[in-house]
């Protein structure tokens, strides 16, 4: 049975909630900052030698701001999709299980945001990803209302194809029992992540 994971990224945490079958919600956070090494890698939270870091970038999307990223000019949504890239793929060191995945959309966005969003994304071949409100993924979560992440968890969720339970805290990889259907992470990603949440840098399709 597919797990469901709900992704919210915002301008000081990025945070991956994951629901299991027959199991209590997990989820992992990282510091929403960006650094990209000079071997290819992105990294999402903590620090990196040589890299200051981007932060902020969840404000940019859909205006014109760009920040130079990976040796190119590169705009917000480009930057929060990369976001989400890095905790699916570090998601995806836990587990071989398919993946329903939901993606926090903040309040107020408009649709030219969420348009931009969701190329981002599909370039990232995380066209999969489904985008809700987060007035939706909020609530969704009745089992703490008062929790700050609980759109995350909320999205969560809802992507699960099962009822879930509370939360646990961050699991380990020994956690996870992989299942017999295994999902392979899109083949463009060439470099294995470092131990958290280092992995190359997702590489966009050329527009067709």
């Known amino acids: 049975m597919k797990w469901g994971v ?110 931009v969003l969701r190329g981002a994304l599909d370039s990232m071949n995380l066209d999969g990803v489904e985008l809700i409100s987060e007035d939706e993924a909020s609530a969704a979560w009745l089992a703490d209302p008062d929790a700050d992440d609980r759109a995350a968890r909320g999205a969560a969720a809802l992507a699960a194809p099962f009822s879930i339970t509370s939360t646990c805290p961050e699991p380990q990889p020994t956690d996870f029992e992989p299942e017999d259907t295994p999902e392979e992470f899109p083949p463009f990603v060439l470099i294995e992540p470092e131990p958290e949440s280092g992995v190359e840098a997702p590489v966009t399709k050329e527009p067709s």
């Open 6 to 115: 709900g992704l919210a990224v915002g301008n000081k945490r990025s945070i991956a909630a994951i629901a299991r079958p027959d199991s209590e919600l997990v989820t992992l956070e990282r510091e929403s900052v960006l650094h990209h090494a000079p071997d290819g890698t992105v990294q999402l939270g903590g620090t990196a030698a040589g890299s200051t870091g981007l932060r902020g970038f969840l404000d940019r999307v859909g205006t014109d701001d760009t920040d130079n990223f990976s040796e190119h000019m590169t705009r917000g949504e480009e930057l929060v999709a990369t976001a989400m890239y890095c905790l699916v793929k570090e998601v995806r060191t836990l587990t071989d299980q398919n993946l329903n995945i939901s993606a926090v959309i903040p309040a107020g966005w408009s649709s030219d945001s969420v348009d």
